[in-house]
T-cell receptor
């Protein structure tokens, strides 16, 4: 078990450019989540997949953001026409099928995005 | 909507001091409650959890009790170590839920 991995770890881009991040969850986990974390704040939920189905999107996720999980394994998060306000740490997490109502999530190291 | 409020930091303690980090929540239904920890340079990891009222979660000397009557889940440790220096996040997820709501985090510094 290598844990949740994210790529790249850091991304610097110019305003208006598109960026794409990748997340590889723990292999037996069917649930995958994306969060955004800004300095001094806790992670904010963006979206959630169960297998390949995207089951919820936060209102934080504007139409410039899109996420996919085409085969129920890795996921990508794309931000189009980046803005300076998109600068943040983007976190991916995964979890196994729920048991007992608890929903422990395993987090990756994050991708830090800086939009100049 | 659901929310989590935790005490602002930073909290600075000397080694072997007693730690309390307050956390209260607002939620519909019967959420599961969590404490996550983020050590310097590392990702978020689960510290402990409780899934129903009066449950006590514990790990690495840390404890927290799910108090439905006061909607609280305060984190405690009897004797902190320098290695406990980290940011601590209180969080909730509703029953069958997939979305976890996090507090803003409390940074803890422990001095030798």
């Amino acid at each position: 078990d290598t844990g949740v991995s994210q790529d790249p770890r850091h991304k610097i881009t110019k305003r208006g450019q598109n960026v794409t991040f990748r997340c590889d969850p723990i292999s037996e986990h069917n649930r995958l989540y994306w969060y955004r974390q800004t300095l001094g704040q806790g992670p904010e939920f963006l979206t959630y997949f169960q297998n390949e189905a995207q089951l919820e999107k936060s209102r934080l996720l504007s139409d410039r953001f899109s996420a996919e999980r085409p085969k129920g394994s890795f996921s990508t998060l794309e931000i189009q026409r980046t803005e300076q306000g998109d600068s943040a740490m983007y976190l991916c997490a995964s979890s196994p099928p729920t048991s007992g109502g608890a929903n422990e999530q395993f987090f990756g190291p994050g991708t830090r995005l800086t939009v100049l | 909507g659901d929310s989590v409020t935790q005490m602002e930091g930073p909290v600075t303690l000397s080694e072997e001091a007693f730690l309390t980090i307050n956390c209260t929540y607002t939620a519909t239904g019967y959420p599961s409650l969590f404490w996550y920890v983020q050590y310097p340079g590392e990702g978020l990891q689960l510290l402990l959890k409780a899934t129903k009222a009066d449950d006590k979660g514990s790990n690495k000397g840390f404890e927290a009790t799910y108090r439905k009557e006061t909607t609280s889940f305060h984190l405690e440790k009897g004797s902190v170590q320098v290695s406990d220096s980290a940011v601590y996040f209180c969080a909730l997820a509703n029953t069958g839920g997939f979305k976890t709501i996090f507090g803003a985090g409390t940074r803890l510094f422990v001095k030798a």
